[in-house]
């Protein structure tokens, strides 16, 4: 015969033993990041919306484990690997770098990426509506708007002065934004001077180099290495009087000129929906990859003043966010 007390000390050993059935479970989220947790704020918050909307809360039923390169795409693959080893339910990778990482990282763990452009071009995935293996996800496609956001920056920009570039000098993308911005610039009949500029903090130095060919405008990639450094080319641009345009909204919010592409923040809620709906047993294989719907053109008409520019009206009649 066991005792009461022996068989109260039983049952508690075997609760702790328990893995799944006699407790709840948190599941757990790894976040790649090629950037730094402070650019990258105001996305996080966004995927906790989407992560509600498919019933997790942060800290109740799910946790997030993030880790951030710092712009040092070399230690991404490690940083898969970590996670990996960490055993996460899912890992969610911010930008394209991460996605290539997270998916040579696991054949099994599923991946939900976000990306600005075509996945199936850059071989993410094997199609949009199938994408196959263990990778899906959301694009906005910002890099098929290159040639429309260089016209628009090119209405406010002197007739004869040049348009400077700055790409990021080890992005998987510079080579098709730099060659797609080249070709816009020559169907538009204006000069562009193109910088690519280092992860450890080039920017400076590109501006200057920019600066020295006398260029009338700033024209920033569309990719997310940037978003380390949206403060300071804002003020690099406004103490050179220099009109911008960037890729996303945010910029805009911080004092630069304007931006066309997509919403980028309704872009990660999306994609945190999905790790959701991953994390309560849908395949990525059968999840369609998502193309983003909305897109924005916002002016900054503060800006514009200090710059002593006057926007268009036919601009101003397309923007669908104006900061006064």
């Known amino acids: 015969m066991i005792g009461r007390r022996e068989f109260m000390t039983l049952l508690g050993g075997a609760a702790a033993a328990w893995p799944v059935a006699g407790r709840a479970q948190t599941l757990v989220i790894g976040i790649i990041h ?3 947790q402070a650019s990258e704020a105001a996305r996080i918050s966004a995927i906790h919306r989407g992560l509600q909307e498919a ?20 230690r991404l693959p490690a940083l898969a690997d970590e ?23 696991s054949s099994t763990i599923p991946v939900v990426f976000i990306t600005g452009v075509d996945p199936v071009e850059v071989g993410l995935v094997a199609s949009m509506n199938r994408p196959g293996a263990n990778v899906t996800g959301v694009t906005f496609l910002s890099n098929k708007l290159v ?3 260089l016209e628009l920056l090119s209405a406010v920009t002197p007739a004869g002065a040049p348009i400077g570039m700055l790409a990021a000098q080890r992005n998987p993308n510079t080579e098709t934004d730099v060659g797609d911005a080249l070709a816009a610039a020559q169907t538009l009949k204006r000069t562009l001077h193109v910088e690519k500029v280092p992860a450890d903090g080039g920017v400076e130095a590109g501006f200057g180099a920019l600066l020295e060919r006398r260029i009338g405008a700033l024209f920033v990639a569309p990719q997310a290495d940037f978003r380390m450094w949206v403060q300071q080319l804002v003020l690099l641009a406004a103490r050179h009087a220099l009109p ?10 911080a004092g630069g000129l304007m931006s066309y592409g997509p919403d980028q923040m309704d872009s990660y809620r ?55």
């Open 34 to 36: 090629s950037q730094t």
């Open 244 to 253: 911008t345009s960037f890729s996303s909204s945010d910029y805009v919010t």
């Open 55 to 74: 019933g997790f809360a942060v800290g109740r039923n799910v946790s997030l484990e993030h880790r951030f390169a710092d712009g040092r795409n070399e």
């Open 147 to 149: 040639a429309k956001r």
């Open 270 to 324: 999306e994609a945190g929906v999905y790790a959701g709906r991953v994390l309560k047993g849908e395949k990525p294989a059968e999840l369609p990859v998502l193309v983003a719907t909305k897109y924005d053109f916002t002016i900054n008409l503060k800006t514009a003043k200090a710059l002593d520019i006057t926007v268009p009206p036919w601009m101003l009649a397309l923007a669908t966010g104006v900061i006064e």
């Open 83 to 105: 996670l990996v080893q960490r055993k996460v339910n899912v890992i969610f990778a911010n930008t394209t770098p991460p996605a290539y990482a997270a998916k040579a990282a």
